[in-house]
């Protein structure tokens, strides 16, 4: 199998949250994988149908090109391997928690990492991340980077739910980690990859979950190094 990641100028730092999930989901369901980098501008250059973001995963030939795709696909078809999502129930609830975390946490923490994403990428990429971000954003990066710390705050706000849910179970999916789990640290990687910004503080109960995520399965998301 090979997973299709995403790299700035450091090829080991790959920093896209959604590729996270599935190098997690991957390494839950004890699947040996070899991580391909791209950079934004080699992705639509692959010769693979419809591929216009990563992660990409491959395997016999086939190629899969949605994070959410590749964790049906991995649940579907390695059911022996411990579940991503402990049945229907669970599965339902990780469609929703993708989607409300996308509009309660990837919105705010895109805005404020926008910048610092820019910084890490090479210079060929650098003018396709500009033009196309600054055209969702409908303002410069540099207006946008001003904002940083007010997105910051906004992105904290949210995090009520997640601290609350973590006082009375292990991880976000209960007492072992789930797929939600996965959601949740894409986006801690997607910071840590690209930032020094502090996203929760210590006194947070999500800053304990990140270091038992951060331990899970031989240390791998550790290979992202934490910025100071
Ligand atoms: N819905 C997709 C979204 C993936 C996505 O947005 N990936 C970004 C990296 S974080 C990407 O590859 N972007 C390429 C581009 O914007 O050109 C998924 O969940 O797999």
Known sequence: MKLYELVGKDKTQGFSPYVWRARMALAHKGLEVEMVPLTFSEIPKLPIANAKTVPILEHNGGFITDSWDIAIFLEDNFPDKPSLFG????KAYANF??????????????????????????????????ASREARLGKSLEEAH???LQNLDIFRKQLWPYNMTLKSQEFLGGNEPTYVDYIMYGMFQWARGVSALPLVSEDD???????KMDNL????????????
């Open 87 to 90: 049945g229907d129930a669970g």
């Open 97 to 130: 928690f993708n989607f409300v975390s996308f509009y309660n946490l990837i919105v705010p923490l895109f805005q404020a990492l926008v910048y610092d994403i820019f910084q890490e990428l090479n210079e060929c990429d650098q003018d396709y991340f500009r």
């Open 146 to 148: 001003e904002n940083q």
């Open 205 to 211: 109960l999500l800053c304990g979950w990140r270091e």
């Open 217 to 228: 399965y031989g240390g791998l998301g550790q290979v992202i190094k934490t910025r100071s």
